[in-house]
């Protein structure tokens, strides 16, 4: 049975860090690119980073670059965002996704809040 269970999100000020992690089991991990997409109320889901697990090559959203860093442990079947300088616009439901060729799986998300 494929999992993916995200944790680490809760309520941060303006400025903060906060470190998600996504924990996946049921799939061989390392064959997968792994992302990060974070939807806002209203908005339409967007994807935020993605780590490729074959070259283990990074990409960013605009909007995140140079605040938030991807990385996975293969070891550990775990992926992390690690979310610095955070904004209040970076307030959402933050969900972890695998993806592979037509196999496509998803976390149930985690929610961030960034508020004074």
């Known amino acids: 049975q494929v999992q993916l269970v995200e944790s680490g999100g809760g309520l941060v000020q303006p400025g903060g860090s906060l470190r998600l992690s996504c924990a996946a089991s049921?799939?061989?991990?390392?064959?997968?690119?792994m992302r990060w997409y974070r939807q806002a109320p209203g908005k339409e889901r967007e994807l935020v980073a993605a780590?490729?697990?074959?070259?283990?090559?990074?990409t960013y959203a605009d909007s995140v670059k140079g605040r938030f860093t991807i990385s996975r442990d293969n070891a550990k079947n775990t992926v992390y965002l690690q979310m610095n300088s955070l904004k209040p616009e970076d307030t959402a439901v933050y969900y972890c996704?695998?993806?592979?060729?037509?196999?496509?799986?998803w976390g149930q998300g985690t929610q961030v809040t960034v508020s004074s």
């Open positions: 996704n695998a993806q592979r060729n037509l196999r496509d799986y």
């Open positions: 049921g799939f061989t991990f390392s064959s997968y690119a």
């Open positions: 780590h490729n697990g074959a070259f283990g090559r990074t």
